[in-house]
């Protein structure tokens, strides 16, 4: 199990950039599938972008393609999960949440994973 623990949301105007983080605890000593996801108020739940264990392997959802980063940086004792967001909309407001799920293999970690440990969220508001 792994706790997380999201930080570095707050408010921009639109083209401006944000790095969020999240760190990661507990047993990291596995190979986990990474991600972040948003929730914008009434819309349902939506990956961003998901790499494994810090791999190449990553995958980025259509509407931030091209503009959000993902990255993993890792000690001895803690992981911790990046996304840097730049040319941010109005439409990327959202809350938004890392999440890890432990996979075998490269081709288990998408965004459609079914991951079961989730950080509380970080709030992004982007204002035109």
């Known amino acids: 199990q792994v706790h997380l623990v999201e930080s570095g949301g707050g408010s921009v105007q639109t083209g401006g950039s944000l790095r969020l983080s999240c760190v990661v605890s507990g047993d990291i000593y596995r190979s986990y599938c990474m991600a972040w996801f948003r929730e914008a108020p009434g819309k349902e739940r939506e990956g961003v972008a998901a790499q494994y264990a810090g791999s190449s392997s990553i995958y980025y959802s259509d509407s931030v393609k091209g503009r959000f980063t993902i990255s993993q940086d890792s000690t001895e004792n803690t992981l911790t999960l990046y996304l840097d967001m730049h040319s941010l909309k109005t439409e990327d407001t959202g809350l938004y949440y890392c999440?890890?799920?432990?996979?075998?293999?490269?081709?288990?970690?998408?965004?459609?994973?079914?991951?079961?440990?989730w950080g509380q969220g970080t709030q992004v508001t982007v204002s035109a």
């Open positions: 999440a890890a799920q432990p996979t075998s293999t490269s081709l288990d970690c998408r965004l459609d994973t079914p991951y079961r440990s």
